[in-house]
């Protein structure tokens, strides 16, 4: 995917509409876009922009769900994110073009005051668990149909697809499918219920940026409402939080008691989608996370 003259003009002429005066692209600058998407840092005369390019055939609809994630944590008031200034397909490519945030490493208040308005977010609720759209997690589709209880919604939206595609890859055993059937029948009685949170649904290390005055940002979401202990297990799984922000979430919304001993369960979810996207490293966590519960 690159950024060619073409899309410069088309980019330049949406801009100009956009802002009601001519927008001149001056620099388009490469930077780290993860393993689905071009990214651009791109400077003009109205300031500077984050461009994501990916395949629209690849990928259909992603910027589009990305987009409507970040309106439903924006509209919580609780936590920024990133301006969506226009979402378009051209060519073959999708595009995306937001706000660009120059962005420092993350103080002990940038990360307690992470935890307090991630712990805010999640106070948002709805009466179901799921959203009304799918999304993408990653680069695999996910599936958000509502269910009344999260269990439910864990086992039949996040665990059996991803199961599907592993057995397919034959990265997973039928034994290891029954075994994950086992833990479906148990999963009920291994947690509380609560009620539907908003979770930003992949909040590892790398999906929050701090502001280089400090003020924390998500990005990437993929949202659903669903348990919030599910966006905090993932926090631990490749690290990148600290102290203080777990300090700060707790003392905002103190999770149930034992939820430490339940984040290799809800782990399962993102590990088994990183089995499917990069192969058989991820096997002997996933095995480890399932066995743990029976």
Known sequence: ???????????????????????????????????????????????????????????????????????????????????????????????????????????????????????AMHRNTAPFFGFDTDNYMGSLPQSNHKHDAWAQFFVQERLEPMMKIAIDKRLLSYEDARLFDKLYDRLPKLFNEEAPALIHGDLWGGNYLIRNDGKPYLIDPAISYGHREFDIAMTTLFSGFSNEFYTAYHEAFPLAKGWQERVDLWNLYPLLLHLNLFGMSYLGQVRYGLNKYL
Not at 37 to 57: D, H, P, R
């Open 1 to 119: 995917m690159g950024f060619s003259s073409k899309l410069k003009e088309y980019i330049e002429l949406c801009l100009t509409v956009n802002y009601g005066n001519p927008v001149n692209l001056q620099a388009v600058n490469p930077v780290s876009g993860g393993d689905i998407n071009a990214a651009y840092c791109i400077i003009t005369n109205a300031g500077k922009f984050m461009v994501k390019l990916n395949s629209k055939s690849a990928y259909p609809g992603m910027f589009k769900r990305e987009s409507e994630g970040l309106t439903a944590i924006r509209n919580t008031r609780t936590i920024a994110v990133l301006e969506v200034v226009l979402q378009f397909d051209f060519e073959d490519d999708s595009c995306m073009l937001m706000e660009w945030v120059d962005a420092s490493r993350a103080t002990p208040a940038a990360s307690e005051q992470l935890g307090y308005q991630l712990a």
